[in-house]
């Protein structure tokens, strides 16, 4: 967990400082800061998350099911780069944000609003509580259902709920 965290502020910190180098260059009138700037905006939406999401849940549907040593492969090959990058893109997302706040763009602040960040929340949250998942064979069986169900959701349900 404090590697977690570590690492979402490491990285909120580093997009911060590059996001707020290229407001800078941009302000001086450089077109290079802007060409930054929309780099960083276009990883910078909640909607990101959603397939990141299903193929999450999808991963976590199959070590549920899965026998120790295959569940073991897909944990460190797939979930667990899953939940990394889910950290290190809300990281990414909430350094670019707070920037922008900093120079002057108060209203950036309602992009954190959006509702669909807790899929993130969801992911990490999810990993976390994996291994005690598996433990118990009912807690197994209605966790494979859920993650089938989160998955099928992610993929296909239209989350334009604004």
């Known amino acids: 967990m404090s590697k977690a965290v570590t ?3 490491l990285i909120a910190v580093f997009s911060g400082l590059l996001m707020a180098l290229s407001l800078a260059v941009a302000r001086h009138g450089y077109p290079f800061g ?3 700037v929309r780099r960083l905006d276009a990883i910078a939406s909640a909607q990101n998350f959603l397939p990141l999401a299903a193929i ?3 991963s976590a549907m199959l ?6 040593k295959a569940a073991s492969i897909v944990l460190v090959n797939a979930a667990d780069a899953l939940m990394w990058t889910a950290i290190a893109l809300l990281a990414a997302i909430i350094g670019s944000v ?4 900093a120079f002057g763009q108060s209203s950036i602040l309602n992009t954190l609003g ?6 993130a929340v969801a992911i990490v949250g999810c990993h976390l509580a994996l291994n005690s998942l598996r433990r118990n ?5 209605l966790a494979f259902s859920g993650f089938a169900a989160l998955t099928l959701c992610c993929l296909f349900w239209n989350f334009m709920l604004r």
């Open 7 to 9: 690492s979402f502020v």
């Open 137 to 141: 064979v009912l807690l197994r069986s």
């Open 34 to 36: 802007l060409v930054g």
């Open 114 to 119: 959006d509702w669909r960040f807790l899929f």
């Open 56 to 58: 999450y849940f999808f």
């Open 98 to 101: 707070l920037a922008r706040w």
């Open 63 to 68: 070590m549920m099911i899965l026998p120790l």
